[in-house]
């Protein structure tokens, strides 16, 4: 069975801790699955835009040789307290997307975590480029990034039918729109954008297709549980995966 990250307890915690758990089985499948081809137990990770470290240190702890990006000195200063007190080694390397290439070195990684970047930075396709760049062959990029579907549909629910419509006619072709300087994407146009870059996008899910749309979190642990459950269940289920606050998509080299 695989190991989930631990969490917090607290009701917020629980509902976030489901969506990392769905997102790390993932990732823990992709880098059991990587190791059995390459030969080799320890992979190269690389966490863009990785923040205080919530994905690289379990990894690191894993044993893998993982790499921190970010543009955040404090957020990388974060990671490395997380690391040291799980005693483990990290790297650490101020940057931005667009330049991971120049940063780590081409076919440098097993694995590339891109989660929460793509909204935020300037030219998306090039961060996507500098990516395909640094993977290896056969290796893979995880990509989670805000569904544009969902946030028009939040909208409509809470009853700011203006911002809905606003937004919902701000998506391009490319299935892509910009709103309160956020970039957000409908699975069609996050698939593009990896195809873009060279990729083969693979297997998509869906993360917290109820939990978004829920009032505030029963603190019954049991209802949390079962919460989990069911999004687990609905993450790839495609008519409940597209309306997900959040696409999850793996692109190989």
Do not use: K
Not at 115 to 129: G, I, Q, R, T
Not at 137 to 160: D, Y
Not at 167 to 173: E, F, N, R, T, V
């Amino acid at each position: 069975m695989t190991a989930r990250v631990p969490v917090s307890t607290g009701p917020d915690a629980r509902r976030d801790g489901a969506r990392s758990a769905l997102v790390w089985d993932t990732l823990q499948r992709v880098v059991a699955t990587r190791a059995g081809q390459a030969g080799r137990a320890a992979l190269d990770i690389v966490d863009v835009g990785g923040g205080t470290g919530g994905f690289a240190v379990p990894f690191a702890a894993l044993g893998h040789n993982v790499t921190v990006v970010d543009p955040s000195p404090d957020a990388l200063a974060g990671a490395q307290r997380r690391a040291a007190e799980r005693q483990v080694r990290l790297a650490a390397v101020q940057g931005d997307a667009d330049g991971l290439d120049h940063l780590v070195g081409d076919g440098a990684a097993d694995l590339v975590i891109c989660h929460s970047v793509l909204e935020y930075v300037d030219e998306p396709a090039a961060a996507m480029a500098a990516i395909a760049r640094v993977l290896r062959p056969g290796a893979t990029v995880s990509v989670l990034a805000a569904n544009a579907v969902s946030a028009v549909l939040h909208r409509a629910l809470a009853g700011r039918y203006d911002q809905a419509r606003d937004l919902l006619a701000a998506l391009d072709g490319a299935g892509e729109a910009s709103a309160d300087g956020r970039r957000r994407y409908t699975l069609a146009g996050l698939t593009a954008l990896i195809e873009g870059a060279g990729l083969r996008a693979d297997e998509a899910y869906g993360v917290r297709v109820f939990a978004g749309l829920l009032p505030a979190a029963d603190p019954d642990p049991g209802a949390a549980a079962a919460l989990a459950v069911l999004e687990d269940a609905a993450a790839a289920y495609p008519a409940l995966r597209d309306i997900a606050a959040r696409l999850h998509v793996l692109g190989h080299r």
